[in-house]
Structure formats: structure tokens, C-alpha cells
């Protein structure tokens, strides 16, 4: 909305995995909860596999802080029983902060070269 | 509508994972609940590709992932006021157990009197936050005095010892004398008289005076740790009970 201040998503860092996964997941465009499992479960190569009550769970608390909204849907052929989630404002700021933490201490990691620079 | 049971292995899968369900809250359920069916559909079709023991896997998936979720969903659906409630609830059925251990002693008393008069008030009251040191304060004050008037009326129902008598009727004069000033309270200070809407003064009569029947009865027949355990049954089954039935509930479709 604009002229609306984005609150400081510091409070709520760092991320749960769950949380972060889902808040990449949707970085790219609104998805329902089937392609948000299934985009997970790609990115990471089948590492993650959350089951409907952590996805669901995770997806209840993000929509209650804010970090994600509903969307009014993604149109085409889809389910329309199915909802859409996407990344709010608040979500973006918080995504991007727990990058730059993560970049951080993945930088820290590299001067004590317990990790080699890419 | 075919009302057979239905046979084939996924609609049976469905339908045990339609059971899982049940054990979580309402509003999570009539949210949530259609789309994990279709999580589930969709892991059991993919489970189905590696035979018997991917299925077995997924069954221990889920089962984790009930572990998992189910804790954190109830503390979920526990609103503010709930969450007082059900913190009531676990203390003092909590402190009932430890007054059972400490059986007679003087500090179990104390103990448990408050508990039990804190649970009383958080019929409503906990969610009046600002004031809960008030509604502890008066738990503490009044609790030790409604719990001589409990065991004083089991005492009183053995009819062995002039002490239980003496005991219950000091007991209840203490209840009448601080349902009195609760009442005084309640006209003269209006932010502790929020404390104490009539619907509360209902429930602490009716909680103390079921409770106090029963401990009568049952003590007149039971062992020493009967009182201890209607403690439990009340403040368990009063407290708890319509808590979590009104969180399991599905909330009417709109």
C-alpha cells in the first residue's frame, strides 16, 4: 500500500528452515500449497520434504505475521479450490534480511577459511 | 451416494489420514484440511511407485509430522483468554499432584488452595491481563481458606474429629467473608470489579460446592488421596474439557 512503512522484520530473524524455504519458494510468484512443497522439494533436490501438517502449519503462522498474503489466485486451468500465497512486502524485507545474515556469516566462515571462497 | 466402505487402497489411506486429521484443531481442519488430503494423495500415489515399504515409509512420515505439527497448532488455536485457562488448568491440576504427594501437609494446602481458587477466577478474569497480580493476589488470600472448608467438609463427612467441623465452618465463613468483599470490590473499585462478572461468582459457587460435595462424599468412602483426586476431575474436567472441545470443534461454514 503506499505511503504504508514496512515494520522491521529483524524481530523475527533468524528464519525457521521452514519458513525461509517457503518464503524462496514463493520469491518468484504467488503458488498454492501443492507447487510450494513441489518447488521445495526441486530446489533442494529432495533434502526437504515437509508434510502437509508442517506446510500448512508454517503457511498459517507466515499469513498470521504478515511475512506472506493470499492472493486472489494465479488464473489458467487450476484448481479454483485452491488457494494462492505470495510474498508481501513485509516477506520480502524479511527474506532479504535473512540472506544478508546468512551472507554474513557465510563471509565470516570463509575468512576463517573453514569454508573456500566459490 | 455409494455409502459401501470403500476398498481401494487409497481411499482406505484417505480415510485413516481423514481420522489423523481429527486430532487437529477446528479452524486449522476446515482451513487447512482439503489441501493436505491432497498432500497426502499425492505422496501416497508417489509412495506407491516404490511398492509396500514406501508406503510404510509415508505412514511413518505422517505420523511424524503429526508430532511435529500438532503441538504447535493447538498452542495456536489457543487464543489469549484460552491460554490463561488452560495455564490455570495445568497448574492446578499440577498442584493438586504435588498436594497428593505432600498429602497433609500445611504447604500442600496452601499450594493447592490457591491453585484451586486461581482456577475459579480464570474462569473469565485471566483475560483481564492488566490485573492478574489481583486475581493472584486474591487466589492467595482466599485459597487456604476454601481449601480448610473442602477438607473440613470431608473431615466433617468421616464425622471422626471435632476439627473437621470446626474446620469446615471457618472454612466457609472465610468463603462468605471474601465472596463479600469480592462483591464490595466489585462496586467500589471498578477495575478489580471487572475481575468478578456474575457468570464468575456462578462458576466459583458452582465449582467450589460440587467439589466440596464430592470431596465429602468420596472422601467418606475412599482413601486419603480421594480429595486430592476430585481436585483433579474438577479443575481437569471443568477447565480443560470445554477449552479443547470448543479448539476441536470445526467452526460452522459461512
Known sequence: MPGTTIPDPKGLLP???????????????????????????????????????????????????????????????????RRYYRLSSFGQKALRAELGRLREMLEAARAKKIILPA | MNDAPPTDPLSRALGWYR?????????????????????????????????????AGLWLRVVLDCGRSLPQEWVAAL???????????LLSVGAALLGAYLNHELFGVVILGTVFVLT?????????????????GAAVLWGPLIYVAVVGAGLQAHAESSFGVAAFWCGLLGIVLSTAGYAWFGFKQPAVGKM????????????????????GLVEAHADSHALISCCVINNGVFLLGPVIARCWRAPAQG
Open chain 1, 15 to 81: 528464519l525457521t528452515p521452514a519458513v525461509l524455504n517457503i518464503l524462496l519458494a514463493l520469491s518468484d510468484g504467488a503458488k498454492h500449497g501443492y507447487a510450494i512443497r513441489q518447488e521445495i522439494e526441486t530446489a533442494t533436490e529432495g533434502k526437504v520434504r515437509m508434510g502437509p501438517g508442517t506446510l500448512y502449519g508454517s503457511i498459517d503462522r507466515m499469513l498470521k505475521t504478515g511475512l506472506i498474503e493470499e492472493s486472489g489466485g494465479a488464473g489458467g486451468s487450476d484448481d479454483p479450490r
Open chain 2, 19 to 55: 481420522r489423523l486429521q481429527l486430532l487437529y484443531p477446528g479452524v486449522f481442519r476446515a482451513r487447512y484440511g482439503e489441501e493436505m488430503r491432497e498432500l497426502f494423495c499425492a505422496d501416497w500415489m508417489r509412495a506407491g511407485e516404490r511398492g509396500g515399504r514406501g508406503r
Open chain 2, 79 to 89: 487464543t489469549p483468554t484460552y491460554r490463561g485457562l488452560v495455564v490455570c488448568g
Open chain 2, 120 to 136: 475459579s477466577l480464570a474462569q473469565r478474569t485471566w483475560a483481564f491481563r492488566g490485573q492478574a497480580w489481583a486475581t493472584i
Open chain 2, 196 to 215: 468478578m462478572t456474575r457468570s464468575d461468582l456462578r462458576s466459583v459457587v458452582l465449582i467450589l460446592g460440587g467439589a466440596s460435595m464430592i470431596a
